[in-house]
């Protein structure tokens, strides 16, 4: 992939992707309520927003890490202490590239996208990655297994 191509790839406003929406709840719900939130629309995590702002997001490493444990109340409000505060979030007219540096610098998976303080949509760093994929077909399905390695022959039938 020549680098022009990439650059207009990675400087892509993340307002021009398909964005995933997501379940947008209230922080004062159950637990419970929001993981059937999430089950019902195949989804790995439910926005919290109160007053028109996002206070908190609970994904499903949130039922792995927080919930699992003997005698956990299922009916208790997703704010007391299962859902993540204040989460990092983006803005739809920041670019992919800011999206993936944002994710690996604090190492998440995916990130509430806003639009004037509104949440619009729900980047994700596998989806950016099947995106790239889609886009260039070409280059992605021809790279070698090891970014630097050189075939010394032909390989093929």
Do not use: K
Request: hydrophobic share 40%.
């Amino acid at each position: 992939m020549d680098r022009s191509r990439l650059s207009r790839f990675v400087n892509q406003p993340l307002s021009e992707l398909p964005l995933e929406e997501p379940a947008v709840v209230s922080p004062f719900i159950t637990v419970r309520t929001a993981v059937t939130a999430m089950q019902q629309g195949s989804r790995s995590c439910v926005i919290a927003v109160e007053a028109g702002e996002v206070v908190g997001i609970f994904t499903e490493g949130d039922v792995v890490r927080r919930c699992m444990a003997d005698g956990f109340d299922w009916d208790q409000p997703l704010a007391d202490s299962v859902m993540t505060r204040n989460p990092r979030t983006i803005a739809s007219d920041r670019s992919i590239a800011d999206a993936v540096l944002e994710m690996q610098e604090h190492q998440h998976r995916m990130l509430p996208v806003l639009t004037g303080g509104a949440v619009v949509g729900l980047v994700r760093l596998g989806e950016l990655i099947r995106h790239l994929a889609e886009a260039y077909p070409e280059d992605v399905l021809n790279l070698p297994p090891h970014l630097h390695q050189v075939m010394e022959r032909p390989e093929g039938g």
